[in-house]
């Protein structure tokens, strides 16, 4: 319920629906927990998350491209809810960033890739969930491992 009054801008009208709220699809809650769940699940089977050095981060593909331009945005979306006081755009941002990882996530092979490829991926993948945690924790909604 927090996240879906946070992410309605708050000049505009509000309709109260526990469906829209709940729902797995869209700019929800459970939607961005998920993509978290997701990375938490890529740890679990295997993916050393905290593994690699940024030096040695390899992009290859034009979703890890994507996500990493997706992840540099998070400071300016920062700094503009601080300017103009609106939560909504860190939830759509992290909307966004969730819907840029899930693409990820389901064109490139993360556990399945080796090397170096395999640590850059996971490196994006620590990094969103990094990030998303963040938001999440700036809206005070706390994150899960599992879902």
């Known amino acids: 319920v927090k996240y879906a009054d946070l992410s309605q801008n708050r000049i505009t009208n509000y309709q109260f629906s526990f469906d829209r709220m709940l729902a797995l699809q869209g700019n929800t809650a459970p939607y961005l927990l998920y993509a978290v769940v997701?990375?938490?699940?890529?740890?679990?089977?295997?993916?050393?998350?905290?593994?690699?050095?940024?030096?040695?981060?390899?992009?290859?593909?034009?979703?890890?491209?994507?996500?990493?331009?997706?992840?540099?945005?998070?400071?300016?979306v920062i700094a503009e809810v601080e300017e103009e006081l609106l939560p909504n755009r860190l939830c759509t941002y992290l909307f966004e960033l969730s819907q840029v990882f899930n693409r990820f996530y389901d064109q490139v092979p993360v556990l399945k890739s080796e090397g170096p490829v395999r640590q850059s991926r996971l490196a994006l993948c620590r990094l969103t969930a990094d990030t998303l945690k963040l938001g999440l924790g700036l809206l005070g909604i706390p994150t899960l491992e599992r879902m």
């Open 38 to 76: 997701r990375i938490a699940g890529i740890a679990r089977k295997g993916g050393d998350l905290e593994a690699g050095s940024a030096e040695a981060l390899q992009f290859s593909e034009p979703q890890e491209w994507a996500l990493v331009r997706e992840l540099l945005k998070f400071d300016a």
